[in-house]
């Protein structure tokens, strides 16, 4: 897992991601923005959910622990969208 950026990523935060928007059923997964604090990082780092609601600026979504499912309110500058294939 990454702990710092590279020089050229330093300081950039990308508005598309800060401002993007998901739909209720829709496949995300979870990526770290290393500029911005993320309180569940060793736990959640690279795993895939569904998003359930918006909650404020953040979503709320549900990610399998094993076999429980797990509910976090994560910013979307966290959140990437999973392209389902069909």
Known sequence: MLSHKRIKEKGKLSLTRYFQAFKPGESVAVKQEL????????????????????????????????DKPKRYVIHPLHLIKIKQSS
């Open 35 to 66: 500029s911005v604090p993320f309180p569940y990082v060793k736990k959640l780092q690279g795993r895939t959910g569904k998003v359930l609601s918006k909650r404020g600026n953040s979503y709320y979504v549900e990610i399998k622990d094993l």
